[in-house]
């Protein structure tokens, strides 16, 4: 049987006049995603290098203390994380609070750049840990300042430690190489707190 040219043009013309049609219709359709798709981009770029940045916080603090704990699980141990969570009505609430310190004229001289804040609440008390970053001599500011807030103070593997003890109430105030470690415990005093913690923000130390 003859094949038809007319009739093969006639359908090969319209089958590309509806394909063409389809593509118009698609891409009609898809144009109002692509702003928010370009935008998703930019903010997924921008995360990225964000997250890649060196911040050290506060002026003059050290490059290796943007380094170190950033969540509160990264503050304890297996066993300390296990204590703190089985006690009676345990709960963490974590922040960029400011640090909770009687110590406030040392705490406003230094501007600690709030890394994180852990606030703990138990049917014992509560503690309130702050980890931060600050200048690299806010150790020696802090020995020279604090003994007279009813603090002791002295030299643990290189940084400063103060410590306080009013009643219930428990302060430490740790500072070196550019970060500060402020703990608040009242009437909650768990076992090797302050060091287990010190731990975490200096590792290098505690080997």
Known sequence: MARVAGRNSVFAWFVGVVSAAVVVTLLVLAFPLFP???QWVAQAGGGAQSA??????????????SDGPRVCRDLYNEASWAELRWTDGA????ST??????AEDLVAALEPAVVLTCRWTSDEGEISTTVATVPTDAGAVAAAALPT???TCGDEEGRVRCTRTDGDLIETIEA???RWVSTSQRA????GYADGVAA???PAAAD
């Open 176 to 178: 070196g190489a550019g």
């Open 188 to 191: 909650w005093h768990p076992a």
């Open 97 to 102: 609070d400011p640090p909770v310190s009687t």
């Open 91 to 94: 709960q963490v609430a974590e």
């Open 52 to 65: 890649g940045d060196s911040d050290t916080g506060a002026p003059g603090a050290s490059p290796a203390a």
């Open 149 to 151: 807030k009813k603090f």
């Open 200 to 202: 975490a923000v200096w």
């Open 36 to 38: 928010a798709a370009t």
